[in-house]
Nanobody, 124 residues
């Protein structure tokens, strides 16, 4: 069983920045593709970003390209989401997810483990 714990959420003004962290338990972190998803009130969960096991390949939703950066530190069993130029429409609960297959996907059902989420609120 893999445990994922997100942190770093909070309240920020539009145009500001936040960095989310996701700490993973277990010894197999480096074999998992990792992803970030988000869910706003009244909306379905949506893909935000994903990163390959070796950290070389990253993918982003069009809505966050150029503003968000996903990265990972396998030595620390941690994945990050740096969020810059935040907009009110970025307000959501952000979830970290791990894909044990190692392939990675923008489809939420491809992921095997999920954190409980961290709230990000961007004010106008």
């Amino acid at each position: 069983q893999v445990q994922l714990v997100e942190s770093g959420g909070g309240l920020v003004q539009a145009g500001g920045s936040l960095r989310l962290s996701c700490a993973a338990s277990g010894r197999a972190f480096s074999t998992y593709a990792m992803g970030w998803f988000r869910q706003a009130p009244g909306k379905e969960r949506e893909f935000v970003a994903r990163i390959a096991t070796n950290g070389r390949n990253t993918y982003y939703a069009d809505s966050v390209k150029g503003r968000f950066t996903i990265s990972r530190d396998n030595a620390k069993d941690t994945v990050y989401l740096q969020m810059n130029s935040l907009k009110p429409e970025d307000t959501a609960v952000y979830y970290c997810a791990a894909d044990a297959s190692g392939y990675g996907s923008a489809w939420s059902l491809a992921y095997d483990y999920w954190g409980h989420g961290t709230q990000v609120t961007v004010s106008s």
